[in-house]
């Protein structure tokens, strides 16, 4: 039994001296040999390789914790931490922009801003990019943080202006403009006296919303809002299977196509998706024509849609 195992511990270390082991997708790593592109085009491209590494990595960096400073399983020690706070007792500098600019033009160290609890008022001065490029899709704004909020903003573009990714949001007196999509991800996200503006030359849809389960605690609701613009609009696609949207005392133009919402060419969304309107005016807002798997909310069923407890706002929201 000795002279067997010896054998297979001789075999097992030619195959991983081999420059084409057959087992990496597995863990064992291919040596950048000659064969490295021969084993490649057996098993995946060289950039499908690559992708496949990377979309790991992402799914590693993912699943861990970011707090910097608390329960974080990625602690990861700066060469040196900046503190910001009011009270110059207590912290290096007293706003985010001088401590942004105390930093070298090149900076080769990975430093720490570390900002304490309090109110901040900061210019932040953007050039703005002329949007709407004919035959262009750009995304205008991400955003991918949790507990995220935005007073008086304009996002600009056209389609897929603002991807709403991940997290808790809160929109309020902001401008959004675009054609197709321009409001869509899969964030939790409440939309409060915000006017959504339209430039679609033909078609167009406002909000392309992509809860994927049940389970997703995520969705849009635009309370007290206009929706104003050009073409013919509808309020959302169902990007997502179990996409949930409402709009309630929001005001509507007649852009709006009386349909209201589209299934993205999938008919089995209609089952599952979550569509509705709630005391909303103008000549878009009609239910009557509306496709017969949105719905027309009570009071009972619009209420944990239309205040700030939608997005757990008493939580975080300090404005």
């Known amino acids: 039994m000795p002279s067997l195992q010896a054998c297979f511990i001789a075999l097992l270390v ?13 863990g064992i790593r291919p040596k950048r040999s000659g064969a490295w592109g021969k084993q490649l085009s057996v098993n995946m491209t060289q950039v499908q390789y690559s992708e496949q590494q990377f979309m ?29 706070d009011r009270n110059p007792a207590y912290g290096d500098f007293t706003s985010i922009q001088d401590a942004i600019d105390s930093l070298p033009m090149v900076n080769l160290v990975r ?14 001065t953007t050039p703005v990019p002329p949007p709407g490029a004919v035959g262009k899709q750009a995304v205008a704004f991400r955003i991918s943080a ?12 056209a389609q897929d202006t603002l991807y709403d990714h991940l997290g808790r949001h809160y929109y309020k007196d902001c401008y959004i403009e675009g054609s197709v999509d321009f409001i869509f991800g899969n ?9 959504v503006h339209a430039i679609a030359p ?8 992509g809860r994927s389960s049940i389970l997703d605690d995520t969705g849009f609701s635009f309370v007290n809002c206009k929706v104003t613009g050009s073409g013919a609009l509808y309020l959302g696609r169902a990007w997502g299977p179990f996409s949930r949207v409402v709009f ?25 998706v979550f569509y509705g309107q709630y005391k909303c005016t103008g000549p878009g807002a009609s239910f009557a024509g ?4 949105s719905r027309e909310l009570t009071d009972e069923e619009a209420k944990p849609f239309i205040s700030l407890t939608f997005i757990d706002g008493s939580e975080w929201i300090k404005i």
């Open 146 to 157: 949790d507990t995220a909020a935005f007073v008086g903003c304009k996002f600009l573009g």
């Open 14 to 26: 030619l195959l991983l001296n081999a420059g084409d082991a057959t087992c990496h997708t597995k």
């Open 111 to 124: 430093v720490v801003i570390k900002v304490h609890a309090g109110v901040y008022t900061e210019k932040n």
């Open 202 to 209: 033909i078609i167009g849809a406002v909000t392309a919303q």
């Open 290 to 293: 509306r496709v017969s798997w």
């Open 56 to 84: 790991k990595w992402v799914d590693f960096v993912g699943s861990l914790k970011h707090s910097l400073f608390r329960t974080a399983k990625n602690k990861l020690f700066p060469s040196y931490t900046l503190t910001v």
């Open 187 to 195: 964030g939790l996200s409440l939309f409060e006296n915000c006017q």
């Open 248 to 272: 309630a005392y929001t005001y509507m133009d007649n852009i709006i196509i009386p349909k209201g919402w589209y299934n993205w060419g999938d008919p089995s969304r209609e089952m599952t």
